[in-house]
């Protein structure tokens, strides 16, 4: 319990602290909320011929949207201010997602879920850089590390929601959208504009005022080069988790949900190693996060049963929790305030980059293998690779000892 009290009491900025959090989980929703409405809205659909492909189409927009726009809204915070984009890109993610309720053809849902994720790319990307620029080092990553253990619950209370919104309406799903209101009526009343902290007597880890330094391009590369290649990985399993346990036998979507139930609460053990490495370097982060996943990846596809299967699961969990707080905290230190936004956008596109272009990675190796198991056994093996390079990183990073 002391260490409880300590870690609430070193949380500076607390109601920043979670609009912050409950911001950044909106995007998330666009996702999470619409799985379980699939076949009502397949049913409703019925008609349209190309339903069964225009409703899971639907869903993904918002993503491409993402890894198209936020390179530009980065650009966007970076030279007209943080606040304001985010209170604009909220109001309109209110409207936007909510939409449906009152449309009746997929063709207009389908572009209102790309409005939508471009309302998400200039709310994940303020979010991620307020984060920068509110906290030091250590506030970063404890906000990071509440954000992580509060995901999973957010998660799993909005599907509870839409659940019973599905079952009273084929549209209801769309309600959720509107908890953005409440959302932005927080931000507007708490959360500030980081160049205006003197004027409201807080004390902020950005330097607003500071030289301008030129443009960290290397870095940019850098983030981009390797949350695509994380980002890739980490989408293997949630996209394409159903169909590697058939290949051990689990066929019934309720069996499937049965044996994966308990591994999915292993990324709050995940985000717990966060926090436990977050002193660490961030070589060692991410080398820890590809290790863990390399080898959940690589056993599942080595499996021969569910039990081993579940069993690997929970190392590819632990390894999921880790990936986003660690990738956010590491890309934060590559951009100073001037440049943060624009880093920021670089990571929120090559995120939801890697998010659509997962799949079809996975099926053309899936193809060339013969088995799904054989496509995560692969990109296993490839995450242990990157693993490897990030640890040799480390210990190149390490200044070496002269002896006298």
Same mark, same amino acid.
Request: proline share 5%.
């Given at each position: 319990?002391?260490?409880?009290?300590?870690?609430?009491?070193?949380?500076?900025?607390?109601?920043?602290? @979670?609009?912050?959090?409950?911001?950044?989980?909106?995007?998330?929703?666009?996702?999470?909320?619409?799985?379980?409405?699939?076949?009502?809205?397949?049913?409703?659909?019925?008609?349209?011929?190309?339903?069964?492909?225009?409703?899971?189409?639907?869903?993904?927009?918002?993503?491409?949207?993402?890894?198209?726009?936020?390179?530009?809204?980065?650009?966007?915070?970076?030279?007209?201010?943080?606040?304001?984009?985010?209170?604009?890109?909220?109001?309109?993610?209110?409207?936007?997602?909510?939409?449906?309720?009152?449309?009746?053809?997929?063709?207009?849902?389908?572009?209102?879920?790309?409005?939508?994720?471009?309302?998400?790319?200039?709310?994940?990307?303020?979010?991620?850089?307020?984060?920068?620029?509110?906290?030091?080092?250590?506030?970063?990553?404890?906000?990071?590390?509440?954000?992580?253990?509060?995901?999973?619950?957010?998660?799993?209370?909005?599907?509870?929601?839409?659940? %019973?919104?599905?079952?009273?309406?084929?549209?209801?799903? %769309?309600?959720?959208?509107?908890?953005?209101?409440?959302?932005?009526?927080?931000?507007?009343?708490?959360?500030?504009?980081?160049?205006?902290?003197?004027?409201?007597?807080?004390?902020?880890?950005?330097?607003?005022?500071?030289?301008?330094?030129?443009?960290?391009?290397?870095?940019?590369?850098?983030?981009?080069? =390797?949350?695509?290649?994380?980002?890739?990985?980490?989408?293997?399993?949630?996209?394409?988790?159903?169909?590697?346990?058939?290949? =051990?036998?689990?066929?019934?979507?309720?069996?499937?949900?049965?044996?994966?139930?308990?591994?999915?609460?292993?990324?709050?053990?995940?985000?717990?190693?966060?926090?436990?490495? /977050?002193?660490?370097?961030?070589? =060692?982060?991410?080398?820890?996060?590809?290790?863990?996943?390399?080898?959940?990846?690589?056993?599942?596809?080595?499996? &021969?049963?569910?039990?081993?299967?579940?069993?690997?699961?929970?190392?590819?969990?632990?390894?999921?929790?880790?990936?986003?707080? /660690?990738?956010?905290?590491?890309?934060?230190?590559?951009?100073?305030? &001037? &440049?943060?936004?624009?880093?920021?956008?670089?990571?929120?596109? /090559?995120?939801?980059?890697?998010?659509?272009? /997962?799949?079809?990675?996975? &099926?053309?190796?899936?193809?060339?293998?013969?088995?799904?198991?054989?496509?995560?056994?692969?990109?296993?093996?490839?995450?242990?690779?990157?693993?490897?390079?990030?640890?040799?990183?480390?210990?190149?990073?390490?200044?070496?000892? @002269?002896?006298?």
């Amino acid at each position: 319990m002391q260490a409880l009290a300590n870690f609430y009491r070193d949380l500076t900025l607390k109601p920043q602290g @979670v609009i912050v959090v409950l911001a950044a989980f909106l995007p998330i929703i666009a996702i999470v909320a619409m799985g379980p409405a699939v076949p009502a809205m397949i049913q409703h659909f019925a008609n349209d011929p190309d339903a069964r492909a225009k409703v899971p189409a639907m869903i993904g927009a918002p993503g491409l949207a993402m890894a198209l726009i936020a390179p530009f809204a980065g650009l966007l915070v970076d030279r007209y201010g943080r606040r304001s984009l985010l209170l604009l890109c909220t109001a309109l993610y209110g409207v936007f997602g909510a939409a449906p309720l009152f449309l009746n053809d997929l063709d207009h849902i389908y572009y209102s879920r790309l409005l939508l994720g471009v309302s998400e790319a200039g709310i994940l990307t303020v979010v991620n850089t307020l984060i920068g620029d509110y906290w030091d080092d250590k506030g970063r990553k404890n906000w990071l590390f509440l954000q992580g253990l509060l995901g999973p619950f957010l998660a799993g209370f909005v599907a509870l929601i839409v659940g %019973f919104a599905t079952t009273v309406q084929w549209n209801g799903v %769309f309600l959720v959208y509107l908890v953005a209101f409440p959302i932005w009526a927080a931000m507007f009343v708490w959360l500030f504009e980081p160049k205006k902290a003197a004027d409201k007597g807080v004390t902020i880890a950005a330097r607003p005022d500071g030289p301008k330094t030129p443009f960290p391009l290397i870095s940019l590369v850098q983030v981009a080069t =390797v949350t695509l290649f994380c980002s890739m990985l980490y989408y293997v399993f949630i996209i394409n988790g159903a169909l590697v346990f058939r290949e =051990v036998g689990v066929t019934e979507p309720q069996n499937y949900a049965a044996i994966i139930f308990i591994p999915q609460f292993f990324i709050l053990a995940g985000a717990a190693l966060f926090k436990l490495l /977050s002193d660490r370097s961030h070589a =060692v982060q991410l080398g820890t996060f590809l290790s863990l996943m390399g080898l959940g990846l690589a056993g599942m596809g080595l499996a &021969h049963t569910p039990a081993i299967m579940a069993a690997a699961l929970i190392v590819q969990q632990t390894a999921a929790g880790m990936a986003v707080p /660690s990738l956010i905290n590491w890309t934060q230190t590559k951009f100073d305030y &001037h &440049h943060r936004g624009t880093g920021m956008g670089i990571w929120t596109a /090559s995120f939801f980059l890697g998010q659509s272009q /997962s799949p079809r990675i996975v &099926h053309m190796i899936d193809a060339s293998a013969g088995s799904m198991q054989g496509a995560f056994l692969i990109a296993g093996c490839v995450a242990l690779g990157g693993a490897v390079l990030a640890i040799v990183t480390s210990l190149a990073a390490r200044p070496q000892v @002269v002896r006298a």
